[in-house]
């Protein structure tokens, strides 16, 4: 093979494009709704590899003390053929959160969902919604 320090074959690194364009159309953020109210979750697939939607959690935004309130919903949710997904979920959020009120809306708190999602070649795709407000 001649020369002991060539290789026999090119190596070309590839970056797979897993989770890119993988978004949330809505919520698309600012929106205030209510405890208990139904929401239309709906994704778009982008150019990503996810192949299935497996969770909604929702959590709070507090200045460094939010976190996970609770799974809204876990399945298995697969894309249409026009590479949207869409789920909706009610807003059950308990009584034990601690609300925090921001700005001169007193009566409601910032909250976003997370989404949890397979794909075809192995590694997850995590993502966040744009922060919405629930009235308490």
Known sequence: ????????FKLIKRELPLCEGFKFITPAGGEILNRGDQLQVSYAKGNSL???INSITVYYKQAGKGGE?????IGSLPFESNAT???TVTLDIPDSVDWVTYGTDDKA??????TWAR????PDCVIYSPEFSIAK
């Open 109 to 114: 708190s910032r909250f976003l969902l997370r």
């Open 1 to 8: 093979m001649g020369n002991g320090n060539a290789m026999p």
């Open 85 to 87: 997904a869409e789920k």
């Open 119 to 122: 794909t075809s070649k192995g």
């Open 69 to 73: 309130v609770k799974d809204l919903w």
């Open 50 to 52: 996810v192949s299935e």
